[in-house]
T-cell receptor, first 116, second 114 residues
Framework: AQSVTQPDIHITVSEGASLELRCNYS??????LFWYVQSPGQGLQLLLK??????LVQGIKGFEAEFKRSQSSFNLRKPSVHWSDAAEYFC??????????????FGSGTQLTVLP | GAGVSQSPSNKVTEKGKDVELRCDPI?????LYWYRQSLGQGLEFLIY????????KSGLPSDRFSAERTGGSVSTLTIQRTQQEDSAVYLC????????????FGSGTRLTVV
């Protein structure tokens, strides 16, 4: 069964600093990979996704993520964090089984705090 | 509609009562998913619909939980004889042809069992 690990439960960065949120997955083939963001009291918003092709994926709000097959990782990055980026971030993995789509498996999330 | 709509946004119920949570997906999205998010936890998969059928019910935690979807659109998640451990945010998501396109999530229903 596939699994997703976000090793950092909580990260604190200063506004303007760079950010990297880690995500590792366990799956036998190349999965579909996603990053979502959840602000307090809100649902989850898709930041970016990877299916195939270029391993560096650009998303909304200035985020990017890089798929590294050799490390089974899909880390999320942003060069300069804004106070409004404070939220919880979820990595997710999905796959196709027997020709039909299946549900996403989510990591446990990383809470980002941004200091002024 | 423009987004995934869930109702109610908040529900407080007494232990032992039944509750119904509603999800109205984006028009044309054939796949619909229910997840549960407990305090400080990640998202726990509950059930997945493709059209009106549910090929994957593996995440339903007990037989007190059931869900249906009619007309390939609105879905209802029903919890019978609610328990305090059912308290959580219940999130619904939809997608066009299954998860390959990524989900669009609703804002969730916060269920509190007292």
């Amino acid at each position: 069964a596939q699994s997703v690990t976000q090793p950092d439960i909580h990260i604190t960065v200063s506004e303007g600093a760079s950010l990297e949120l880690r995500c590792n997955y366990s799956y036998g083939a190349t999965p579909y990979l996603f990053w979502y963001v959840q602000s307090p009291g809100q649902g989850l918003q898709l930041l970016l996704k990877y299916f195939s092709g270029d391993t560096l994926v650009q998303g909304i709000k200035g985020f990017e993520a890089e798929f590294k097959r050799s490390q089974s990782s899909f880390n999320l990055r942003k060069p300069s964090v804004h106070w409004s980026d404070a939220a919880e971030y979820f990595c997710a993995v999905g796959f196709i089984s027997s020709g039909s789509a299946r549900q996403l498996t989510f990591g446990s999330g990383t809470q980002l705090t941004v200091l002024p | 509609g423009a987004g995934v709509s869930q109702s109610p946004s908040n529900k407080v119920t007494e232990k032992g009562k039944d509750v119904e949570l509603r999800c109205d997906p984006i028009s044309g999205h054939t796949a619909l998913y229910w997840y549960r998010q407990s305090l400080g936890q990640g998202l726990e998969f509950l059930i997945y619909f493709q059209g009106n059928s549910a090929p994957d019910k593996s995440g339903l935690p007990s037989d007190r939980f059931s869900a249906e979807r009619t007309g390939g659109s609105v879905s209802t998640l029903t919890i019978q004889r609610t328990q305090q451990e059912d308290s959580a945010v219940y999130l619904c998501a939809s997608s066009r042809t299954g998860q390959g396109h990524g989900y669009t999530f609703g804002s969730g229903t916060r269920l509190t069992v007292v």
